[in-house]
């Protein structure tokens, strides 16, 4: 297998849309998911991402394996901890906040997590984590105490996610925290665009195919939808994969 990184540069380089449905083990309950990923097969999603910011031991992997069984679309881990490890998934984004300045969410985790990342074969990706201010608390500031990145300070928000590239990490991944009330803004995405050479990941508070077509217009190559499709399961039908030219 080529590998999920890989795959991402590759679609990166067509030029095409990624798109990450974001399934928290928390929030969905196992009863719904074969229907659900039924949907997510028949969409235009390319990827499935599984993390929250507080999962019971155990629920990740159990919701993994479901997952698995119905689709062949690649299964990303987005943990909120090491807790949330499991071999059954493709790939972790390994994530450093370089937005906050807790230790523990810029290196102290990550060694937490090396005892179990030895028993898998999971890709693992360095990804630089940014969380922007969004108008309201997200849980991403609750578990990490760490402050968001103030939307108006473009310069800095670009010159962290420069800095991440250049400490090695392979995607960037700006977060507006799940359920934003404001998702991260077109001119802060393009201007991290501008700058970067590695692929750039957008989520928070997208809930219409207008912002999802804007976020991909100022330059997201991924965009990841959470909120949206746990409100409403059927909102994953207005993303139907166009079969007319088939
Ligand atoms: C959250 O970026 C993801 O970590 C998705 O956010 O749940 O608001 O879609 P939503």
Do not use: W
């Not at 590998?3 to 067509?14: D, R």
């Not at 500031?141 to 103030?150: D, H, I, L, N, S």
């Amino acid at each position: 297998m080529e590998g999920v990184y890989n795959c991402i540069i590759n679609a990166v380089g067509k030029e095409e849309r990624l798109l990450a449905v974001l399934i928290d083990p928390d929030k969905f309950s196992l009863s719904k998911i074969k229907r659900f990923i039924a949907k997510v097969n028949a969409s235009i999603a390319t990827h499935i991402f599984v993390g929250g910011s507080t999962v019971k031991d155990n629920d990740t992997q159990v919701l993994v394996e479901n997952i698995k069984k119905n689709t062949i679309l690649p299964v990303v881990l987005f943990p909120g901890d090491v807790t949330q490890i499991t071999s059954e998934a493709d790939a972790l984004l390994f994530l450093s906040l370089i937005s906050g300045r807790n230790p523990e969410y810029l290196i102290g985790k990550h060694v937490e997590a090396i005892s179990k990342l030895r028993l898998t074969k999971l890709e693992v990706i360095p990804t630089g984590y940014i969380l922007i201010e969004n108008g309201k608390e997200t849980a991403v500031q609750r578990v990490t105490e760490t402050k968001p990145m103030p939307r108006e300070g473009l310069n800095q928000i670009v010159d962290t996610a420069k800095a991440g590239e250049f400490l090695g990490m392979k995607l960037i991944y700006l977060e507006a925290g799940s359920g934003a009330q404001h998702p991260v803004t077109t001119e802060i995405i393009a201007s991290v665009k501008r700058e970067l050479n590695i692929p750039l990941i957008v989520g928070g508070g997208i809930r219409t195919k207008k912002q999802l077509d804007a976020t991909y217009n100022a330059g997201a190559n991924m965009v990841v939808i959470g909120t949206a499709f746990e409100e409403n399961e059927s909102f994953i039908e207005a993303f139907k994969k166009d079969t007319s030219h088939v």
